[in-house]
């Protein structure tokens, strides 16, 4: 493809809308980390005869000579195309989108199949607005070991290709759940054996406690019999950038942890504070 004007260019293009991509549940993922991910994904989804993931492929062949195992796995979907930079340009939201582009189907799950399987670790994204957090916080939680990232009402678009180049792949990775209440999702997680923390920078419990606690049972101790077990099963809570967690949000926790501070800085960003809080419970988990 040669032509950046093509109508199939501009279709692609669409998908930086969020009206697109609601309507053809489809959604971009740009260069080479994301896209690779994808093609796995897809590649194990066509092993077992599941739908597909990549529905649409564009690479320029620079791109596809310096990543052999990309273009290994783009051929095998039978739906790559060559497309030059100004095509592949003018099809994706970066001005740079690193010589290749995937059109793909979105993967978000109902709640109910998040929790079958009783899960021990989950993140929850409480009405965070900011792409880059919540794609920060799918990494974190993916990297920790998550079963799965809920977002409740109210958070941004998990797709929006920012948040999905924020994720660095981990889209393809982690089980997300969209659009929850948070009474609803508190509840039926209870109900499937998880506790609830909040992260909150004014909470009673100090997370560096809880991991302490969490030691000092493995080394065989009692710990503090008063606290919070950081190695059950746990649901942790996020809140908005600026404001938080909202008191009814709060209240849906079985305690609120502050992450301790000791240096100057007056709070951590929603992405590090995730980051820390998913790799305690991940830590404490792991026998």
Excluded at 107 to 127: E, F, G, I, K, T
Aim: proline content about 6%; glycine content about 8%.
């Amino acid at each position: 493809m040669t032509n950046p004007r093509a109508d199939r260019v501009r279709d692609v293009a669409k998908l930086a809308t969020r009206a697109a991509r609601n309507r053809r549940r489809q959604f971009l993922a740009e260069g080479p980390q994301a896209v690779r991910e994808a093609l796995r994904m897809d590649a194990e989804r066509r092993a077992v005869g599941a739908e597909p993931v990549v529905v649409e492929l564009y690479a320029s062949e620079p791109c596809l000579s310096r990543h052999p195992e990309i273009a290994h796995l783009a051929e095998a979907t039978g739906r790559l195309r060559l497309a030059d930079d100004e095509v592949l340009a003018a099809m994706a939201d970066t001005v740079n989108p690193q010589g290749i582009v995937a059109v793909c189907t979105m993967l978000d799950v109902p709640l109910a199949s998040v929790l079958a399987p009783r899960p021990r670790l989950l993140a929850v994204m409480c009405r965070v607005q900011d792409p880059g957090n919540a794609g920060t916080i799918l990494r974190a939680a993916d990297s920790a070991g998550a079963a799965a990232v809920v977002l409740t009402a109210g958070s941004v678009d998990i797709y929006n290709p920012k948040a999905v180049r924020s994720t660095a792949g981990s889209i393809f990775h982690a089980p997300v759940v969209l659009g929850v209440d948070p009474a609803d999702f508190a509840a039926a997680a209870r109900a499937a054996g998880l506790g609830i923390l909040a992260a909150d920078g004014g909470g009673p419990l100090d997370l560096d406690g809880l991991q302490d606690a969490a030691a000092g049972r493995r080394a065989g101790g009692d710990g503090d019999a008063g606290e919070y077990r950081l190695e059950d099963p746990t649901a942790w809570l996020f809140g908005n950038e600026a404001q938080g967690l909202s008191d009814a949000e709060k209240d849906l926790a079985d305690h609120r942890v502050a992450v301790p501070l000791y240096g100057r800085a007056e709070s951590l960003n929603v992405g590090t504070a995730a980051t820390v809080c998913l790799y305690a419970s991940a830590r404490s988990q792991r026998r």
